[in-house]
């Protein structure tokens, strides 16, 4: 998994030929829902929503650890 993030940490900010974020390959859609097609312990994962921008936030964030900063548990306090 550790060289998935490392690998994804480039690619993520990379638009595909056609100009969407290549994150879309683990991206399907159906019945007008987009679906997070990361294999999660032999399944894919079961997160969806309508929009497509969230999917790829949730990739980015529950199977990349990409977050747009790290907070180092400070989050909410006035310090940080």
């Known amino acids: 998994m550790d060289n998935l993030k490392a690998s994804a940490s480039v690619l993520v900010t990379m638009p595909n030929h056609a100009g969407e974020s290549p994150l879309m390959a683990f991206v399907d859609r159906r019945d007008g829902m987009f679906r997070c097609l990361v294999p999660v312990e032999g399944e894919f994962c079961c997160y969806q929503n309508v929009k497509k921008e969230r999917v790829l936030g ?3 964030d ?4 990409q ?8 989050c909410g306090d006035n310090t940080w």
């Open 58 to 60: 949730h990739i980015r």
């Open 62 to 65: 529950k199977h990349l650890d």
């Open 67 to 74: 977050r747009p900063w790290r907070c180092g548990g400070q």
